[in-house]
């Protein structure tokens, strides 16, 4: 999967340019694209437009409209937390299918593709298997073992149902961490070292031939120094770098995308150049996990249009930079919100000192926001000859 030989469908693809940028129209009325779901405008560039699903907000009868919007506004889903071990064999040897079965017939039914989140993270891990190591009953070379049967059995399962995996997940570690300097971090390079991360691609390749694999991590959105001591988008440049070199199946980077707007933001230009450096290693790109977090100020909290309005328009624009990015790198295939409601989002739950909160595109009650609007602008708005369709990879081998 080289760079230089997608660009030989070059010429096929400008063709084919034109095609995919008709819009339907009936007689005597014109056309009107916001009236068209993100899904099914990005997928005039060939971008899969995503969400993670919460499997409990699905199956809330009292709450159809989060299934409704899950259903039509996007072209892809991710499972939010079912598809992650402790999730899946909540005791060893006895695997809990049910809800991971029913997001990836959800998603047949509604023609959409399945972002397979995720196959190795050292978070959410169940209890027997962590506890098991802590008391010495499960030794490494087993441990190693339960990773392998783990990743091929779960692949396996869906072989055929899954687009993209995200093999392994936030291996490294931030510079604020101790020690500050960057290195593997978690559960998994405590154990078994760094070598996992080419034993979980490699397993995952032979349990699933066609599966686009992704390593997946946060803050790498834009290179930073360039010392992978402290940068940590040039520590995970370089550290992919490596696993090609080695023949490992990595096939793509996933970008987390979680900002917030009390942070000094990237532009464009930075993020796009960060995609394009992945993407010279050959490495197919996605933002996996997007959403833009605010502080919930107590003028926030009491309704003060004042405070809420700067925040929702620095959200939106953060949104943007990253929709903008995608599209003007043809390696970016996905572009997927983190929860799509507030009601439903992470966020409160996980920052609470202080809170902060209004990080989605939809709000509480489901309407719009100003980055739905914007993200729905930008894959409007975008077309030749600095947006093109995107490229085709072939899973490495």
Not at 57 to 81: C, G, H, M
Not at 137 to 154: A, D, F, Q
Not at 327 to 345: E, I, K, P, Q
Request: overall charge neutral.
């Amino acid at each position: 999967m080289k760079v230089r030989r997608w660009m030989t469908a070059g010429a096929v693809a400008v063709a084919t340019v034109a095609a995919l940028n008709t819009v339907p129209a009936a007689a005597g009325k014109p056309y009107d694209p916001t009236s068209q779901t993100l899904g099914a405008l990005g997928l005039r560039h060939g971008l899969q437009v995503g969400t993670a699903i919460s499997m409990d907000a699905l199956n809330d009868a009292d709450d159809p409209q989060y299934r409704k919007i899950a259903a039509t506004e996007f072209s892809s889903v991710t499972a939010e937390n079912v598809m992650k071990w402790e999730s899946l064999e909540p005791t060893r040897g006895n695997y809990n299918w049910g809800p991971a079965d029913q997001l990836v017939d959800f998603a047949k039914r509604n023609r959409q593709r399945v972002r397979g989140h995720v196959l190795v993270w050292h978070n959410q891990l169940p209890e027997w298997l962590t506890g098991g190591v802590a008391d010495g009953s499960i030794s490494k070379p087993e441990l190693r073992e339960l990773l392998r049967r783990h990743i091929t059995t779960v692949a396996k399962r869906y072989q055929g149902r899954i687009w993209q995996w995200d093999v392994v997940n936030e291996a490294v570690s931030d510079p604020w961490d101790t020690p500050p300097t960057l290195h593997y971090k978690g559960f998994w390079a405590e154990h078994l070292g760094p070598g996992y991360l080419a034993d979980a691609f490699r397993w995952a390749r032979a349990a699933d031939p066609k599966a686009l694999l992704y390593y997946n991590d946060y803050n790498i959105e834009a290179f930073g120094s360039g010392n992978p001591a402290d940068d940590k988008t040039q520590f995970v440049y370089d550290m992919l770098r490596r696993l090609r070199a080695q023949g490992v199946p990595v096939d793509g980077v996933g970008s987390q995308g979680h900002l917030g707007t009390q942070y000094g933001n990237y532009n464009t230009f930075q993020v796009t150049e960060a995609l394009r450096r992945f993407t010279s290693l050959g490495l197919v790109t996605a933002f996996t996990e997007v959403d833009v977090r605010s502080q919930l100020t107590e003028g926030v909290r009491a309704g003060d249009s004042e405070e809420i309005n700067p925040r929702l328009q620095a959200s939106a624009a953060n949104f943007s930079v990253l929709m903008k990015a995608c599209l003007a790198v043809r390696s970016c295939l996905s572009y997927t919100v983190w929860g799509f409601s507030d009601n439903h989002s992470w966020v409160p739950g996980w920052f609470d000192d202080p809170p902060e909160g209004l990080a989605t595109i939809y709000d509480e009650n489901y309407q719009p926001k100003l980055a739905y609007h914007e993200i729905k602008s930008d894959l409007i708005l975008a077309g030749p000859p600095y947006v093109l369709p995107r490229l085709a990879p072939k899973p490495r081998r």
